[in-house]
């Protein structure tokens, strides 16, 4: 099922007011003004890119909050449009008081790649992927996963890259998801600017026949089974 260990929805195109659909009431707040857009088969929410301070990102307080055992599944459906400067498509932030936890992607300019970071207060690892530009201005739609001791990135239902995670699993509560932005509890940097839909945390690492049945019933814009058949699933 796509709702087993899903703690968070945010289907942006459509709801561009970031609730969460999910049913676990995670919904997120806006900064700034980002409006819903469409582009080919798909809409997204739109955000202005690290120039622009009036369509900032969402942000979604305590996500995980004794949910997250190391391994998780983030989904993102997105479409770059500003490629002026590296910037952050989404960021896990946690126990700022006990020390730095970030988990996150950035996408790099001029080169199109995005880098997949795990970092904490005393280390850092991170993950690039391979052979794909996504500044381009496509939908891509991206698994990036933490499976135990390892980190995976799936593009289009299809692996991209896997490595081992070296840094240290973080277990512990309140992450704060940031999407089209990153920082900390008040604070945000280096803006995403393109339009984002689809969101999807899991508590899980998915696996690969779970990702491609996803992509192949949401490639066409659509939400699939989650849309077809609301349900929470403890």
């Known amino acids: 099922s796509q709702a087993a ?6 289907p942006l195109g459509a709801y561009p007011d970031s609730r969460d659909l999910s049913l676990y009431g995670h919904h997120g707040y806006i900064t700034g003004n980002p409006a819903a857009s469409a582009y080919g088969q798909r809409r997204g929410l739109k955000f202005g890119g690290p120039s ?18 190391g391994s998780y599944t983030m989904r993102t459906v997105f479409r770059t449009v500003d490629g002026g400067a590296s910037q952050r498509l989404w960021g896990l932030v946690g126990n700022l008081s006990t020390g730095y936890r970030y988990h996150g992607v950035i996408v790099d300019y001029p080169d199109g790649k ?13 993950t690039e992927t391979v052979g794909t530009d996504f500044d381009n201005g496509e939908w891509w739609d991206v698994f990036w996963i933490r499976r135990g001791t390892s ?14 995670e070296n840094s240290t699993a973080q277990t512990g509560s309140n992450y704060d998801l940031f999407i089209g932005r990153t920082g900390g509890r008040t604070g945000g940097s280096q803006q995403f600017g393109g339009l984002v839909d689809d969101v999807r945390l899991y508590n899980r690492a998915l ?14 814009g659509g939400y699939g089974e989650l849309a077809a058949k609301p349900r929470r699933f403890w």
């Open 5 to 10: 260990g899903l703690v968070g929805w945010w």
């Open 52 to 69: 622009d301070t009036d369509s900032v990102g969402v942000t979604v307080n305590e996500i995980l909050n004794n949910t997250f055992a």
């Open 114 to 126: 995005a880098t997949f970071y795990s970092k904490s207060k005393n280390d850092v690892d991170a």
């Open 151 to 164: 980190r995976e990135i799936y593009v289009n239902g299809a692996l991209n890259v896997t490595e081992a």
């Open 207 to 220: 696996g690969i026949n779970e990702i491609t049945a996803i992509y192949n019933e949401t490639k066409d």
